[in-house]
Antibody, heavy 123, light 108 residues
Framework: QVQLVESGGGVVQPGGSLRLSCATS????????MHWVRQAPGKGLEWVAL????????YYADSVKGRFTVSRDHSKNTFNLQMNSLRVDDTAVYFC????????????????WGQGIPVTVSS | ETVMTQSPATLSVFPGEGATLSCRAS??????LAWYQQKPGQAPRLLIY???TRATGIPARFSGSGSATHFTLTITNLQSEDVALYYC??????????FGGGTRVEIK
């Protein structure tokens, strides 16, 4: 079955960096686009970034553009989020999620989600 | 950016009754709308996509309808396990992909 498991979260000071990883299994990773979605404490869901199945395109929310970078490693079936210049308002649980479309243009919704990993930005 | 607005914020329903959740878009999103269920401490689960298509394994008591700017998620015969937060998400115009603020469904 499809499994997504996030790692790499933790506590970091403002201005610091973290790298999140999403380990995938149960499907052919290289055939699917992937997304990061976050949820601040007690708040709703906010889409963060996406990457196409082949890594050829990435898109970001304005709130993270220029600070966050998504990448994927097809040899390890992992999907990553490099977060730099972290701010207090980046504090959230970060979910990796799969886009359901096989190859080609993404569907832009999310059919499988990881359990999430907390990131706390605090001095 | 397409702003999604959900109402009501909280819905209290007797077991076995129905619940109707509303989602409105600031611009037409055609039928490019999904619904998710999120239980406390869990990841969201896809319920509905393309406004009215149930995702794999979703019970028939969940149904979606609507188009353009107004959408509805209907839960019939509410069960205790349906207590959760429900979010709508548009994927017609991006970036960004945007979610509504959520509706909490409670058992009365």
């Amino acid at each position: 079955q499809v499994q997504l498991v996030e790692s790499g979260g933790g506590v970091v000071q403002p201005g610091g960096s973290l790298r999140l990883s999403c380990a995938t299994s149960g499907f052919t990773f290289g055939n699917y686009g992937m997304h990061w979605v976050r949820q601040a404490p007690g708040k709703g869901l906010e889409w963060v970034a996406l990457i196409w199945y082949d890594g050829s395109s990435q898109y970001y929310a304005d709130s993270v553009k220029g600070r966050f970078t998504v990448s994927r490693d097809h040899s390890k079936n992992t999907f990553n989020l490099q977060m730099n210049s972290l701010r207090v308002d980046d504090t959230a649980v970060y979910f990796c999620a799969r886009d359901p479309t096989l190859f080609g243009e993404l569907s832009y919704y999310f059919d499988f989600w990881g359990q999430g990993i907390p990131v706390t930005v605090s001095s | 950016e397409t702003v999604m607005t959900q109402s009501p914020a909280t819905l209290s329903v007797f077991p076995g009754e129905g619940a109707t959740l509303s989602c409105r878009a600031s611009h037409s999103v055609n039928r490019n709308l999904a619904w998710y269920q999120q239980k406390p401490g869990q990841a969201p689960r896809l319920l509905i996509y393309d406004a009215s298509t149930r995702a794999t394994g979703i019970p028939a008591r969940f149904s979606g309808s609507g188009s353009a700017t107004h959408f509805t998620l209907t839960i019939t015969n509410l069960q205790s396990e349906d207590v959760a937060l429900y979010y709508c998400q548009q994927y017609n115009t991006w970036p960004p992909l945007t979610f509504g603020g959520g509706t909490r469904v409670e058992i009365k």
